[in-house]
């Protein structure tokens, strides 16, 4: 079983340390066994966590065999990180463990060395700081999140609930992350290179929503969708309708389409034994080796590797 160690540093952001926790404990895989171990490590018997105090069943030992380390963010600014926390980060990665930090947590990331000479970000209100004390990182506060392979990192809030979705994704599939997505009340659709909410317009003035366009597109990702049908739907301009969909979800109309595309050609993937080139009808691409290049930019690998390493075997008799 994958075991992940999520690493509470005094003073612990609670909020920080129960996305990890919550998100990656909710993981089922298809024979209802958990996805992961959950160990939650702390240098001493108790830790502040602000309003109150928690005890963490694990010490730092809990790291030593851990596949992915997660460090929550730290509620002072100047919080000190001890020296023993920062010596088994360098040695979880030095052994080929996954790292990942949740909004503040990037600092201790740095602090360890771990993010020297790599793209991080973090909240946007610590990003100056990060780049003013490690400037041998180079920090996009931009992003919800960064993933640069062994080491990841993310934004403040919600943005720590997508790194998270995006690591179960990469570990068990989309299905199992859709699954963790839907009991978080939380949408799958968004992706790292979405902007943090504070760098976007204020909504528009008469309130008006992109939710039933985009309701309307999940609908009809089988049809040959262009900007121009997308603006006419919305009754709205072509110039209009691009500045709201960035304004409500961070993207344009066109990168959502594909996206959202190509998560549900990974469902498909899973849960069917449709041939490939089906399945990228299904979802709009007229072209098989159109989908067959948009689904490796995007996932990593071709659909074919993909389903041989993520499909529903229940669900396929195989």
Sequence with gaps: MHILAVLALDPVVPFDLAIPVDTFGRVRLADGAPGYEIRVCALGDEVSAGA??????????????????????????????????????????????????????????????????????????????????????????????????DVLTSAGAAAGLDLCLHMIRLDHGSAAAADAARLAVMPLERDGGQAQFIVHEPPAPDGASVQPLLTWMADNLHRPLTLAELASRAALSPRTLNRRFREQTGTTPLRWLHRTRLRRAQHLLETTGHPVERIGAEVGFTSPATFRDRFKRLVGTSPALYRRAFRNRDLLGA
């Design 52 to 149: 109150f105090a928690l005890r963490a069943p694990w010490g730092l030992d809990g790291l030593r065999d851990a596949d992915t380390v997660v460090v929550p963010g730290q509620a002072a600014e100047d919080a000190r990180i001890p020296a023993r926390a920062l010596s088994e980060l360098r040695d979880a990665a030095a052994r080929g463990a996954r790292i990942a930090s949740i909004c503040a947590g990037a600092f201790a990331l740095a602090e360890a060395g771990l993010l020297d000479g790599r793209r991080a970000t973090t909240h946007w209100l610590g990003a100056a700081e990060l780049a003013r004390r490690y400037p041998a990182v180079q920090v996009d506060p931009d992003v919800l999140y960064v993933d640069d392979g």
